[in-house]
T-cell receptor, first 115, second 112 residues
Framework: KQEVTQIPAALSVPEGENLVLNCSFT??????LQWFRQDPGKGLTSLLL???SQREQTSGRLNASLDKSSGRSTLYIAASQPGDSATYLC??????????????WGAGTKLIIKP | EAQVTQNPRYLITVTGKKLTVTCSQN?????MSWYRQDPGLGLRQIYY???????DKGDVPEGYKVSRKEKRNFPLILESPSPNQTSLYFC???????????FGPGTRLTVL
């Protein structure tokens, strides 16, 4: 059964630093890997989606990588800003035999960027 | 504006009183799902629907019902809520393939 883990659960860094958030999954048979951001009192916002055949995706200051063989994905945030403070979640998409799919979620990393 | 809406946003109720949380999307998405989010446990899928009149159980379906009579709506029904269903609930929609998920703002439910 696929399990997704995010370590650390919380991270606090000074503004301006580059940082890496980690996501690991137990089964390499994933369809894609998705990163989301969750702000307090709000829903989740999709940040990046990496297909299983891809190695990385970039959007602005964000870069997500995927290494299926090691069961790892990382989210790199360059030049962090206080507005980046949020909880970041990763989810692995798995396909079932009946073609239905399911997202398996990590518990998230709460990121605080100190001004 | 493309969006997923949920109502109500906040709800406090008592054990056993039936309630419905509505979810609606305006993106013509086939796939819709309900999640609950609890501290330290991440998001867990309750039910999902691949299309109209097609629903399936997720990981934690006990105590919940859903229906998909129209493409845009996917209500979550708690026929007899219990305190262990106190949680933050999210509705999401996407295209049929495991594509980008669009989430509603969440419904914070407290069952006393």
């Amino acid at each position: 059964k696929q399990e997704v883990t995010q370590i650390p659960a919380a991270l606090s860094v000074p503004e301006g630093e580059n940082l890496v958030l980690n996501c690991s999954f137990t089964d390499s048979a994933i369809y894609n890997l998705q990163w989301f951001r969750q702000d307090p009192g709000k829903g989740l916002t999709s940040l990046l989606l990496i297909q299983s055949s891809q190695r990385e995706q970039t959007s602005g200051r964000l870069n997500a990588s995927l290494d299926k063989s090691s069961g790892r994905s990382t989210l790199y945030i360059a030049a962090s800003q206080p507005g980046d403070s949020a909880t970041y979640l990763c989810a692995a998409a798995v396909l079932h035999m009946d073609s239905n799919y399911q997202l398996i979620w990590g518990a998230g990393t709460k990121l605080i960027i100190k001004p | 504006e493309a969006q997923v809406t949920q109502n109500p946003r906040y709800l406090i109720t008592v054990t056993g009183k039936k309630l419905t949380v509505t979810c609606s999307q305006n993106m013509n998405h086939e796939y819709m799902s309900w999640y609950r989010q609890d501290p330290g446990l991440g998001l867990r899928q309750i039910y999902y629907s691949m299309n109209v009149e097609v629903t399936d159980k997720g990981d934690v379906p006990e105590g919940y019902k859903v229906s998909r009579k129209e493409k845009r709506n996917f209500p979550l029904i708690l026929e007899s809520p219990s305190p262990n269903q106190t949680s933050l609930y999210f509705c999401a929609s996407s295209l049929p393939s495991p594509d980008t998920q669009y989430f509603g703002p969440g419904t914070r439910l407290t069952v006393l």
